[in-house]
C-alpha cells in the first residue's frame, strides 16, 4: 500500500471514529444492525469492540471471521450517525470549492445517497487534481452507504463547464471494477 492510501485510510478510520463519538445513544425502534468491513476494522480485537460498543451504547459489535464487524445499534443512534455523516460529506464538499487545491470548482451538487455528483468547474478540461478528485467523491459515497446500510452498484461523477453548461467528464465507479 502506497503512502497516499495509508493516508487515506488513516483519514476514514479517524473520520469513523469521530463519528462514532458523536452518535448519542438512545431508544427508539428496532436494533438496525452494519456490516463494517474489514478494512475498517482493522486489527481490533473484540475485547476492543466490546470496550467500543460500551463506551457508546452500542447493543453490541462482533468481529466477524472475515475481518468485518458487526455493529448493533438502536434505530436512533443509526439515524444520528448517518445524519452525522451526511453533514461531514456535505461540509467537505462545500471546503472544496473555490479551495487551493480546486480553484476551479464553484458547485457540487449531490443526491440524497451521495451515488450522484455533479462537479461545476470553470476548466473546460480536468487537470490531474481534479480528475483524482473522483476517487474522494467514490470514498464519500461508499462509506455514507456503508453506514447508511444500502448497496451502490455504482457511483457517477458529472463535470460540467459552468461558462458553457457542457459536460466535460463522466466517471462511474462500476468502470474501476473492469
Not at 478540461?125 to 461508499?142: A, C, I, N, P
Amino acid at each position: 500500500m502506497n503512502n497516499k492510501t495509508n493516508r487515506i485510510r488513516k483519514a476514514i478510520l479517524l473520520l469513523l471514529s469521530t463519528m462514532l463519538l458523536l452518535t448519542s445513544c438512545g431508544n427508539g425502534g428496532a436494533d438496525v444492525k452494519l456490516n463494517i468491513p474489514a478494512d475498517f476494522v482493522e486489527a481490533q480485537t473484540q475485547e476492543e469492540l466490546n470496550k467500543l460498543a460500551e463506551e457508546y451504547g452500542f447493543q453490541s459489535i462482533t468481529l466477524n471471521e472475515d475481518g468485518s464487524a458487526t455493529y448493533v445499534m438502536t434505530q436512533k443512534q443509526h439515524q444520528e450517525l448517518v445524519e452525522e455523516y451526511r453533514n461531514q460529506v456535505n461540509s467537505s464538499l462545500d471546503a472544496m470549492i473555490g479551495s487551493e487545491t480546486y480553484p476551479n470548482f464553484t458547485k457540487i451538487e449531490t443526491n440524497d445517497n451521495f451515488t450522484e455528483f455533479t462537479v461545476t468547474t470553470k476548466s473546460t478540461e480536468l487537470d490531474m487534481t481534479e480528475s483524482f478528485s473522483v476517487l474522494g467523491f467514490y470514498m464519500y459515497s461508499g462509506i455514507y452507504n456503508v453506514f447508511s446500510g444500502e448497496t451502490v452498484d455504482n457511483v457517477t461523477v458529472t463535470f460540467v463547464n459552468e461558462a458553457t453548461g457542457e459536460i466535460i467528464s463522466t466517471s462511474n465507479s462500476k468502470d474501476m471494477q473492469e
